[in-house]
Structure formats: C-alpha cells, structure tokens
Nanobody, 127 residues
Framework: QVQLVESGGGSVQAGGSLRLSCAASGGAFSRLSMGWFRQAPGKEREFVAAMSWGGVDTYHADSVKGRYTISRDNAKNTMYLRMNSLKPEDTALYYC????????????????????WGQGTQVTVSS
C-alpha cells in the first residue's frame, strides 16, 4: 500500500513562490506515475501537473504552464511542485496522487486513474 504525505503549503502574497513536496512510502517509487491536483472551496478537484514513470513525460495544466514545474527525486522517494508567480486564484488544497499504472496523454488529468492520494496541503495566495 502506497502512502503519500504532502508538505510545503502555506500563505504567500501574489507573485510569491512555494515548493510542495510529496513523500511516498510503501511502494517502488521509481515505478509510480504521479500527479498534483487541487481543490478550491466549492469547486471540483482539478488537475495541476503529472509525471509518468521515470519522469520521461510531464504534463501541466494550461492555467499553470510557465509558472509551475513538477519534478521528482527517486533517491528521496519524493515528488515536488515548484510554484512561481502565484496568483490568488491558485488558492486551494493541493493533493498528491500516484498510481502504479503508466499514465499517458489520454489519462494523466483524470482523477480516477490514480489509486493513491495524500491528505493535501493548503496553499493560500493573498492579493
């Protein structure tokens, strides 16, 4: 059973930066496809970024392209989300997700593809 723990959230002003981390345990980390999703109050959970096995393929939502970067360190069993130029509309609870399946262009943004989820870390951006 894979367990995921997010950290790194906080409160920042618009234009600021944060780096989220997702530490994984209980599985072969290098064989996990992983993603970040977020959910704002009253809204559905939405895709932010994803990375396939080994980090060969990465995907970012249009709303965060050029500002967010997903990465992973297999030696540390940890995935990251670097967030720059933060906006108030980025305020949400950010979730880490993982699956042992390979994710591709048709599935990376679908919540149902991911089998494991963290508890989330809050990001609040003030104007």
């Amino acid at each position: 059973q894979v367990q995921l723990v997010e950290s790194g959230g906080g409160s920042v002003q618009a234009g600021g930066s944060l780096r989220l981390s997702c530490a994984a345990s209980g599985g072969a980390f290098s064989r996990l496809s992983m993603g970040w999703f977020r959910q704002a109050p009253g809204k559905e959970r939405e895709f932010v970024a994803a990375m396939s096995w080994g980090g060969v393929d990465t995907y970012h939502a249009d709303s965060v392209k050029g500002r967010y970067t997903i990465s992973r360190d297999n030696a540390k069993n940890t995935m990251y989300l670097r967030m720059n130029s933060l906006k108030p509309e980025d305020t949400a609870l950010y979730y880490c997700a993982a699956t042992q399946r390979y994710i591709g262009p048709r599935s990376y943004s679908t919540t149902g593809v991911y089998d494991y989820w963290g508890q989330g870390t809050q990001v609040t951006v003030s104007s």
